[in-house]
């Protein structure tokens, strides 16, 4: 118990940001490296340490392929049973933060979990999986995925600055992305309110943005408060597809504070609180 708490207490120093240095005088910081610097890093083949941040469970992985982020793979039978558990023993796309560990850089990144395409490596794992860093993109688009994204920022301790400077409209992407990836953090760090959420993000399968009315962002540089039009298409547990049409309320203490999303509004109307 005593060695659990004081990995717990390190993974807490290290996302926030603080350098942690061995006896061997080597500093480990959680860096925030655009993928082109990581892609020289980590080459094709190249052995490496994954950690996801919310389970601090590690796991090692080969990098196979991939051009605009790194296809991998569990190293082992045994790496690929420890990714399951990290995955609640169920395959899948959601995306979460991590940290790669390779030699004495400890870099910030995110994986989804759901096997594809093909797979070289004796390993019980039927193809590859997916990590991204920031800047990398996926096949389809030139741009970065927002929730890969967003688990960059919170593997590196950047979440909360970057949804202190987003404009509205970000935020609620954001706070929209959290609810499809399942995660308390960004939903509670893009929320007016405190919630509850680890109940009812377990009843969201999906939820999408289908429609937004958007103003200039510049025009809104003195507004505290807003009501952003909006269609978003859900997938409930034991419910099933619904759409929700109306407004997201969000406001801000000053001009210079974050924009929050008003919670107990948005789910008591789509009937999730």
Same mark, same amino acid.
């Given at each position: 118990?005593?060695?659990?708490? +004081?990995?717990?207490?390190?993974? $807490? ?11 061997? &005088? +080597?500093?480990? *910081? ?9 892609? /020289? #890093?980590? !080459?094709?083949? @190249? ?10 469970? *590690? ?14 793979? !569990?190293?082992?039978?045994?790496? &690929? ?12 796309? *959601?995306?979460?933060? #991590?940290?790669?560990? $390779?030699?004495?850089?400890?870099? %910030? ?10 797979? %070289?490596? %004796?390993?019980?794992?039927?193809? =590859? ?7 990398? @993109? @996926? $096949? ?7 929730? =890969? ?11 909360? /600055? ?9 935020? #609620?992407?954001?706070?929209? %992305? ?7 953090? +960004? &939903?509670?760090?893009?929320?007016? /309110? ?34 952003? !039009? ?18 997201? $309320? ?5 001009? #210079?504070?974050?924009? *929050? ?13």
């Amino acid at each position: 118990m005593k060695r659990v708490v +004081i990995f717990l207490m390190l993974i $807490h120093i290290l996302l926030n940001g603080q350098g942690v240095k061995a006896a061997s &005088t +080597i500093s480990y *910081k959680i860096e925030m490296l655009n993928w082109k610097e990581v892609n /020289q #890093i980590l !080459p094709k083949y @190249t052995k490496f340490t994954v950690m996801d941040v919310e389970t601090g469970r *590690k796991f090692k992985v080969q990098r196979r392929a991939g051009s605009h982020h790194a296809d991998v793979q !569990p190293l082992t039978t045994k790496d &690929t049973k420890v990714m399951k558990r990290i995955y609640g023993g169920k395959w899948s796309w *959601k995306r979460r933060a #991590i940290i790669v560990i $390779h030699k004495d850089q400890w870099i %910030a990144g995110s994986m989804h979990g759901m096997p594809h395409g093909a797979g %070289a490596l %004796a390993n019980s794992f039927p193809g =590859h999986f997916c990590i991204h860093f920031y800047g990398s @993109t @996926t $096949h389809r688009t030139n741009s970065m995925d927002l929730s =890969h994204m967003l688990m960059v920022l919170k593997a590196s301790g950047k979440l909360n /600055q970057y949804l202190g400077k987003a404009n509205p409209y970000e935020v #609620i992407n954001a706070y929209v %992305a959290g609810l499809k990836q399942q995660d308390v953090q +960004i &939903t509670s760090q893009a929320s007016l /309110q405190k919630i509850n959420w680890k109940p009812i993000l377990g009843n969201v399968e999906s939820v999408r943005i289908s429609r937004m009315e958007l103003l200039p962002a510049e025009d809104l540089t003195e507004e505290i408060s807003l009501d952003v !039009p909006i269609q978003i298409d859900w997938f409930i547990k034991n419910r099933g597809g619904q759409s929700f049409r109306g407004d997201i $309320h969000l406001v801000r203490f000053s001009p #210079i504070d974050a924009w *929050k999303v008003d919670s107990k509004d948005f789910l008591k109307e789509n009937n999730l609180h």
